[in-house]
């Protein structure tokens, strides 16, 4: 396990309290998630389900979601956390969605019990891109 610095695990326990507001009455499966923006300030975000189950958003899109609609386009990591014991890396679509803004940032996922710290490099090689190459 990576030592995680002062502002990870800020980023991290932001991640935390972004559960708190997760809207998950379907699966019960409570996930936030915080951005780690180019001028320093923190966007959250959380999983909003919906009856029609495919419309769900994933707590990692609407963080980021929040943070390009209100014109922040740079970030330098990203931590997810997950109400739970054991261990759930962020899902493929969050992947390649990260990987649009930030082809090189650190992820960070955590729940009740530890955190991983990696890259979206490592999470999605060959990820689809039009503007990177
Ligand atoms: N979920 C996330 O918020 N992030 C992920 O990366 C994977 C899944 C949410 C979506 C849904 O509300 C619940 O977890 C179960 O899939």
Do not use: H, W
């Not at 209100?70 to 739970?84: C, N, T």
């Amino acid at each position: 396990m990576q030592n995680l610095d002062i502002k990870e695990q800020e980023l991290l326990e932001a991640a935390k309290v972004a559960t708190n507001n997760a809207y998950a009455p379907y699966s019960g499966f409570r996930v936030g998630a915080a951005l780690r923006c180019a001028d320093g300030s923190i966007v959250t975000g959380c999983n909003v389900e919906n009856a029609s189950y495919s419309l769900t958003l994933c707590a990692e899109r609407t963080a980021i979601f929040k943070a390009i609609s209100d014109g922040k386009l740079d970030f330098s990591a990203i931590a997810v956390y997950v109400d739970s014991d054991e261990v759930f890396p962020p899902c493929g679509a969050c992947r390649q969605v990260i990987y649009e803004f930030s082809p090189n940032i650190p992820v960070i996922y955590g729940n009740r019990k530890g955190y991983t710290k990696t890259t979206i490099q490592e999470l999605l090689p060959g990820a689809f891109s039009l503007s990177k190459g």
